[in-house]
């Protein structure tokens, strides 16, 4: 789907493709380098190789209870979104999600239109009934996000972080029942 940005760009939400692995492993390594909001590190990501890329898009192309889809941006991958359904099945109805945006994509909506595709989705799957996630209670921003979307805080695991400068950050744990039982 497109949609226009606020700085004339038009944004495509979709479906990875194989061929996208290099892009998007670009992309992964780019967002290591600009922001410890993520939890992999930048020597994580470097040992990613595009062959690793490529088997992680099979894994969502193959895999119909799970959800990834990207952002791009004028022809650029600019950031995703990922919703994995638990392997348990006493977990079954709960989906994982995760998202990450370039920095020099902030503040134009795509994270709000990833939620908005990612939520519809998880709306639509036949077990999902809640997402759930951690994210670092350093990143004021995506909490806010979160929470415009309806997702409620329901654990801190302190200090479940080392920053790069060697502090601590505490994990919130957010979730949302996207359907009743």
Known sequence: MDHFLPNGSTLVIRRPRVEDAAALLECFRQL???TDFL???????????????????RQYLLQPRH??????????????????QSRFEKQSHLGELGIA???SHW?????????TAAIRWAIEHPSMEIIHFGVLANNEKAIQLYRNFGFLECGRLPQAAKTI?????????????????
């Not at 939890?39 to 994580?44: G, H, I, M, P, R």
């Not at 503040?107 to 939620?115: D, K, P, S, V």
């Not at 502090?167 to 009743?180: C, P």
């Open 39 to 57: 939890l992999y590190s930048q020597a994580e990501a470097m040992r990613f190789s595009i062959r690793d890329e490529e088997d992680f898009i």
């Open 107 to 115: 503040n134009l909506g795509i994270g709000r239109r990833l939620m």
């Open 67 to 84: 959800l990834l889809l990207l952002a791009e941006v004028e022809g650029q991958i600019t950031g995703s979104i990922a919703i994995n």
């Open 165 to 181: 400068d060697g502090s601590y950050v505490d994990l919130i744990t957010m979730a949302k029942r996207i359907k009743n039982p």
């Open 32 to 34: 290591t380098m600009e």
């Open 101 to 103: 945006i370039l920095r």
